[in-house]
């Protein structure tokens, strides 16, 4: 029991470790552009994701810039309210992996992102990246433990993923006019991926909250880099695309809340 206990634990750490590069490298940096990383930060990211997760950083820009731009009608790559929820939240990875491998899909919605010479000799191999992920728990945990941690990791990691598309647009507060929703016990779990609906209300902003009593573990995690130099947000003012619930979009910009100095 002490050696599953430990597994659990330690897969949930290495979980965390890839919702935070998920989040705040493929989804904030890449997809939106909200902020720019140093060229060492971002080559960290790429490689914590690689073995970590084996998903090319491309593929999932393109799948998500398709679902903002088909939100919840015909295009989707993942609507449950066009799917149904148990087909987003249990089968999350076939329907990500449908439209990851459509090259139509990655030429014209990562188009900015082309493969380098890093791509090709590594992080375009995602079963060796996720190999040598196993093989570093292996060696530090043991293989049992490290075994059992690789498999809880991909479980939670999944599972947590798809919540974001699956609970994220069908329950939870309504604050904006879209719709996707927040759900704070979510955002705890995906580094502030759970604020879904402030997502889609503002997809530009490098921040999730908007609120008080709103946290978004990832901008921690962002206010952290730019105070170190790392990184850059690239608005700090927040930009809703999409009005609260019974208003119309302000004629004036709000200011991010607690945006860093430096990212100003």
Known sequence: MPQVLSALIIGFVASQIAVVCTTVFLHRA?????LSLSPGARFAFRLVTWVSTGIRPRQWVAVHRKHHAFTDVEGDPHSPLLLGFWKVQ??????????ARDGEVVRRYAKDLPADKWDRALFDHGVLGLGLGLAFLCLAFGWQVGLMAAGFHVVIYLAINAAVNAVGHMFGKKIYENTARNSQWLAWLTAGEGLHNNHHAAPTSA??????GEIDPGWWVI?????????????GSLRL??????EA???????EPDAPVAAR
């Open 30 to 34: 890449l997809s939106h552009r909200a």
């Open 90 to 99: 249990l089968g999350n990875v076939q329907l990500y992996r449908k439209c």
């Open 207 to 212: 921040r999730l909250s908007h609120a008080k």
């Open 223 to 235: 206010s952290l880099l730019v105070r170190t130099g790392q990184a850059k947000v690239r608005l």
């Open 241 to 246: 695309a999409t009005p609260r619930v019974g």
């Open 249 to 255: 979009l302000p004629e004036v910009l709000e200011p």
